[in-house]
């Protein structure tokens, strides 16, 4: 039952590097193609984040706009690399069963080696207004920590590999750089996408921005490429003082778009309206949360910080990415349970010495809506933790968003006991149009007196554990992803778990999900 974990990721690691060599040692070389394609990227988005019928249509099932692919490739799109596949199967003899199937949303992409593989477009548009004015939110999307920083629940990690041009002093108009990316779904079984792209900022007019994005695979050719990002980004626009109208474009080309059974096809999980309600929340996070909570004064500021880092770090290690590679926990009936280790020395704000994630996603016949609301209330912690089953449990304090009601970051105190001493739980909930999330860590309770005191948070050790619950198949089902990061003092290295704790990591799983479907279900 020894489980060997490899941290890193080689491919990854040496990927970056070669395209950071390329553009910073042979920049003059590709400057030219990066501008010119960036520019046109940008030009094409301003475009489609304007424009309306025929080419956005609003999906009612999904109450989004989607792009009329038909429209599109009318308009956009060059015929090239399929003409170019047909040329290819008729030259080889093939007869029609071998023609790829030409679907509206099906593109071809032709590989560093030369051969094509189909990849399946999507393509989403959002519009929301956010607590912020125009310059501060180019300023955020063009700091690539940032831009991570703001969107960590669908950006697991961000590195800008060159700046190809500069503004004017701090002026962020005309600043382009080639970024790396991975983008996760909140469930270790649905696989991250990985995105090499350029990054440009214009300002149009006045009141007006655009940020755009566009992959440079033509460029930098990748043989591993299963995600491009076409023309993508947003628009935005002045709207009263201190709000911005932000209309976003997400556009990408999937390939081997492998995704469990349990789950239908997360086409829409990185779609343009999960983009736009995450910027909405954490705008008003500083913005309105503290507004109807006046008396908490700077202890408010604490949790708030506290809670950030906490969401971060759950957002981070319990979702699939690449560099960290899941394992199957080596236990029967356990297939769809994930684990890995992780080892900080001198990160602070993290419990020093080497943690163990443990995961996984579960069906339930049981609204998704149900099971949040289960979660969020914190009363309901003795029904589901095993640490604090069947105890007595007080509120403590609630900080709750004056836009949307499912975002709250609240403090409950677990009674204390003859056997075990009280405990703090810092606890936060939102919504980002693909799920609701309730992420949870114990505090200490001097720690907890310290923060509510209004004192700094930066010092506390955290480690975020929680839940995100997903739609299911129908609106009577949901999926819920489950996921613990626990610090185990009995070990040394990452790369390797003995049985002991695998046993140990797995039964805080499996009686956990138990006791969720008692108290679920019944």
Known sequence: MDVLLQNGNINTIQRASDLLMSVSVCAETHKEKIICQSLAASEELKKMAQEREPLWVFDLDRSLEVLNFTEYNRRFSSLDPTLEEIIRVITMGGGPEELPNFNENVEIIQTESGSTQPCESEASRAI???????????????????????????????????????GQQEDPDGVLQVMVAEFHFPSPLVPSREMYFARCCRQLDFDTWIVADVSLENIFPNPAVKCQRRPSGCLIQAFQEGLSMVTWVEHNAVCNNLVHDMFVKPVFAFGAKRWISSLERQCDRNATLLIHNKGLGTSGNSL??????????????????????????????????????????????VP?????????????????????????????????????YGLTIRDITCISSARNSTDCISVALVEPTENRNAVAYLHESFYDSTGYYVVYAPIDISAMDHIMEGKNSDNVSILGSGFAVLPGRTDRESILTIGFQIMDEELTTPEYLPPQSVLTAHRLMKETTSLIKAAIIS
Request: charged share 20%.
């Open 304 to 349: 708030l910080n506290l809670a950030e880092r906490m969401v971060r770090s759950f957002n981070a290690n319990i979702c699939s990415n690449q560099e960290n590679k899941w394992r199957q926990v080596p236990i029967e009936g356990a297939q769809d349970t994930l684990i890995k280790t992780s080892l900080n020395i001198d990160k602070p704000g």
């Open 352 to 388: 020093c010495g080497v943690s163990v994630t443990i995961a996984t996603s579960l069906h339930l016949q049981v609204r998704q809506s149900d099971v949040f609301h289960f979660f969020r209330c914190e009363q309901n912690r003795n029904k589901w933790d095993i640490l604090s």
């Open 128 to 166: 929301g207004v956010v607590s912020s004015n125009p310059v501060g939110l180019v300023n955020m999307f063009m700091d690539v920590n940032e831009w991570s920083r703001i969107f960590s629940n669908i950006v697991s990690k961000a590195q800008n590999l060159g700046v190809i041009l500069k």
